[in-house]
């Protein structure tokens, strides 16, 4: 039964037993009005307002799981559809609701993928001019120090190799920048040598021990696969490094015949509050959506941060 058969059955049934009800009783309603038929006029009147309000209320219910379904849904969460049952209004405006998201959820796939493809072309722009301008102007710099070495007086020799001990630290950290926006390893080794050399470099920088662990035989992934995968780790590294007062990060890849799983589990001091969106978060998540993956960030039992990636094996990997 539609909707709005619903609410004239309703309020039908309402007015035929007050007709009913008033042709079979005896009760009359005088001119003066007096008080008793006023107090049954008034009794009856709140028996059927309260008795349409609870019909009412049944019939409106679908709307309202609709409504308070529609304020959880989030996109970046592989969002379900509504079920969708019966031929009423209410079915029809669920299964618009579903279309509606279906097509957002595509377009916003879209446009996160040519967002992501941006970034990592600016990236790979920004390495490479990284690598070929400052890296080699800070080369010939340091080249030039030396070459300046014996003409120097030996009262401020110290001070020029302190000099060339810089430039040689800025370059070097100059590489380790263009590197880490442009992972070369990636690209020619593959995504364990590439997680590999990143968690090493990890450690040197901050101090903080990574053991990482590689399931053996992983499956193949194509490079947009390892690309994201590679950027997820990266991102929540970088956290690490930034807020959770680690001491030791857990990194592992393993995998079932249902899903991969990478999970990056640090001992820190997790979450005071609810998980943040930040930007870098919200970009992780689109980065596994656009694999067909599925992000889970949440308290380890360590009492730090646990970031789970899962790659079902049945999806098409993009």
Not at 6 to 35: K, M
Not at 173 to 183: C, G, T
Request: hydrophobic share 45%; with cysteine; glycine share 6%.
């Amino acid at each position: 039964m539609s909707l709005f058969w619903r609410v004239f059955v309703t309020n039908a049934a309402l007015l035929v037993a007050a007709a009913v009800v008033l042709g079979l009783s005896p009760v009359t309603v005088s001119w003066p009005i007096a008080i008793t038929e006023a107090v049954v006029l008034g009794l009856g009147l709140t028996a059927m307002l309260a008795a349409n309000a609870v019909l009412l209320r049944v019939a409106f219910a679908p709307l309202r799981v609709l409504a308070a379904r529609m304020t959880e849904v989030d996109l970046i969460d592989h969002p379900q559809p509504l079920a969708a049952s019966g031929r009423s209004e209410i079915a029809t405006l669920v299964s618009a609701f579903n279309d509606m998201l279906a097509r957002l959820e595509t377009e916003r796939r879209d446009s996160a993928c040519r967002a992501l493809a941006a970034q990592e072309d600016e990236r790979r722009r920004v390495a490479s001019e990284l690598h070929d301008e400052v890296g080699q102007s800070m080369t010939a710099v340091l080249m030039l120090l030396e070459r300046l070495h014996d003409g120097v007086v030996a009262s401020r020799r110290a001070e020029l190799r302190d000099a060339q001990e810089t430039v040689r630290a800025s370059l070097d950290e100059v590489r380790r920048i263009a590197q880490e926006l442009r992972p070369e390893l990636l690209e020619h080794l593959g995504l364990v040598s590439a997680l590999t050399a990143l968690s090493r470099g990890f450690t040197q920088r901050t101090g903080i021990t990574v053991d990482y662990q590689f399931g053996p035989e992983l499956p193949p992934l194509n490079s947009d696969a390892e690309l994201a995968i590679f950027r997820i780790v990266q991102e929540s590294l970088t956290n690490v490094a930034r807020h959770a007062r680690a001491r030791a990060v857990q990194l592992s890849m393993q995998h079932t015949p249902q899903k991969i799983r990478i999970q990056v589990e640090d001992d820190g001091r997790g979450f005071a509050g609810p998980i943040p969106g930040s930007a870098g978060i919200r970009g992780m998540r689109e980065r596994a959506i656009l694999i067909g993956g599925h992000l889970t960030i949440g308290t380890a039992s360590t009492g730090g941060v646990q970031v789970s990636l899962d790659i079902p094996r049945s999806r098409p990997i993009r």
